[in-house]
């Protein structure tokens, strides 16, 4: 089993920063790739960016420029940087784990592991 955890949400206002982060623990094996989705009330959950075991990451356009998403294997640990929010951001933002490849990362059914979530809240 594997558990992701994820932490660093808050209330910021616009044109500030947050970094977000999830802990993986359970079974020790690697990932094929971690994502960041998020889910704003009365929304459908979205794709937010991916990292790769092989380091290669993507972005949604919404969010492209001002998220960076990083990872620290020695840590099993996975970022989510976040400038220059816009209130639009504002959502439940959850971690994902695909242990194994079935399709795009861009979506929600590649993976198969989630956190709780976070809330980032981000005020004009």
């Known amino acids: 089993q594997v558990q992701l955890v994820e932490s660093g949400g808050g209330s910021v206002q616009a044109g500030g920063s947050l970094r977000l982060s999830c802990a993986k623990s359970?079974?020790?094996?690697?990932?094929?790739?971690m994502g960041w989705f998020r889910q704003a009330p009365g929304k459908e959950r979205e794709f937010v960016s991916y990292?790769?075991?092989?380091?290669?990451?993507a972005y949604a356009d919404s969010v492209k420029g001002r998220f960076t998403i990083s990872r620290d294997n020695a840590k099993n640990t996975v970022y989510l940087q976040m400038n220059s929010l816009k209130p639009e951001d504002t959502a439940v933002y959850y971690c994902?784990?695909?242990?194994?490849?079935?399709?795009?990362?861009?979506?929600?059914?590649?993976?198969?592991?989630w956190g709780q979530g976070t809330q980032v809240t981000v005020s004009s």
């Open positions: 359970g079974r020790t094996f690697s990932s094929i790739a």
């Open positions: 994902a784990d695909a242990s194994r490849l079935r399709g795009t990362f861009y979506a929600t059914g590649s993976y198969d592991y």
């Open positions: 990292i790769t075991r092989g380091g290669n990451t």
